[in-house]
């Protein structure tokens, strides 16, 4: 196998260090078995029109110089993001012949195509030529083969894959991070703080286990890059009287491991989810997962693996909540949990990737 190039719209730089930060995990896993990679990405979350020409461009020219000058090493294209990555991966196709698949993270599924009737025929088109088509998780299958009808045998149900070496049980008095007695049970949430998080109704529900539980406490770690909405919710915290609130910057995964060890529950109250790899990871580090029945999440924590809730229902939430803190032993099946884990462990992702690449680039050695 020659050289794999990946191209991603999402990759995390020092200044942004979690942006897209489960590609550059795969991106480390394929190299440390062996594989020759190459990364073509935009490191850049910022937005306004000018800024997206600029990085857009920069990046595009970027991807279509190296492809030209090392084309004859390029084994395949592996895209994160159907649209706009799988644009490039579609056009190194067509000029040079170098097979692709691409990876659907869930946005680029169930939003983008529904931005423009361009960018839906873009998504059709790129979907219908990649060699291989990934989605990271069960419920991406349908979108797909709506957009676009992909032969089952290209058409691939592959997670990000969880780091059991970074996301694992601790033991509580080993930990860095601790919790005030006084705050206890630790309710946790990790994630952007935007509005389609569920976090408005997620502060609701709070409220309500509060009736239960007075002195618990809720942990919001994640970017508040939307600085309207982060306003919004502070005003609903405000109105609702809750104190024990607390916002919390963006952190390495080594240290949310530690988050997730020293809380409770983790809440993920998405109302549309791709697939939900924080909630794989607070199910490796063996936190009960609480989670909206949409997308990834309504087969990820099924079967006991989680305890599901009516996307947008808050006092569903609130009850699912204190369900667990009171009775998590009946709701959660620990054995499926461990198994679940082991199915997305890095190891069983690297094999099925390696497949998919050798496959590839048997057609194009």
Do not use: C
Not at 225 to 243: G, H, M, P, R, V
Request: glycine share 8%.
């Amino acid at each position: 196998m020659k050289q794999i190039l990946v191209a991603s719209n999402m990759f995390p730089s020092a200044q942004h260090p979690t942006y897209g930060i489960f590609v550059k995990n795969q991106v480390e896993l394929l190299r440390k078995n062996g594989v020759d990679v190459a990364v073509i990405a935009n490191s850049n979350p910022n937005k306004g029109k000018l800024n997206l020409l600029r990085k857009y461009g920069s990046w595009f020219l970027k991807y279509i110089q190296h492809t030209a000058v090392n084309r004859k090493g390029i084994s395949a294209v592996h895209a994160h993001y159907i649209f706009p990555t799988g644009i490039l991966a579609l056009l190194s196709k067509k000029i040079w012949n170098i097979p692709y698949a691409v990876t659907a993270h869930g946005g680029d599924l169930d939003q983008m195509p529904n931005k423009s009737p361009l960018i839906r025929k873009l998504t059709a088109l790129i979907l219908k030529n990649a060699d291989e088509v990934i989605v990271v998780g069960e419920g991406l299958k349908e979108n797909v083969q709506a957009l676009q009808e992909v032969p089952e045998n290209r058409l691939h149900v592959i997670s990000m894959g969880v780091d059991t070496d970074t996301f694992k049980p601790l033991a509580k008095e080993g930990l860095a991070v601790t919790i005030s007695a006084t705050e206890n049970p630790a309710v946790l949430y990790v994630g952007n703080i935007i509005r389609a998080k569920g976090l408005l109704e997620l502060v609701e529900a709070f409220k309500l286990v509060q009736d239960q539980f007075p002195t618990a406490s809720l942990n919001l770690i994640g970017s508040r890059k939307d600085a309207n909405f982060t306003e919004q919710l502070k005003n609903k915290i405000s109105d609702l009287q809750l104190e024990s609130v607390h916002f919390i910057d963006p952190q390495p995964q080594e240290q949310i491991n530690q988050w997730m060890n020293a809380s409770d529950i983790l809440v993920l109250p998405s109302h549309i989810e791709g697939f939900g790899l924080v909630a794989l990871e607070g199910m490796a580090a063996g936190i009960p997962v609480v989670g909206s029945e949409v997308g990834g999440l309504k087969y990820l924590l099924a079967e006991k693996r989680g305890v599901l809730f009516e996307k947008g229902n808050h006092d569903m939430l609130a009850d699912s909540i204190k369900a667990v803190l009171v009775n998590k032993e009946e709701l959660i099946d620990e054995e499926k949990i461990r198994n679940t884990v082991e199915e997305h462990s890095f190891n069983t992702i690297v094999a099925k990737l390696l497949r998919i690449y050798k496959g590839m680039g048997s057609s194009n050695d």
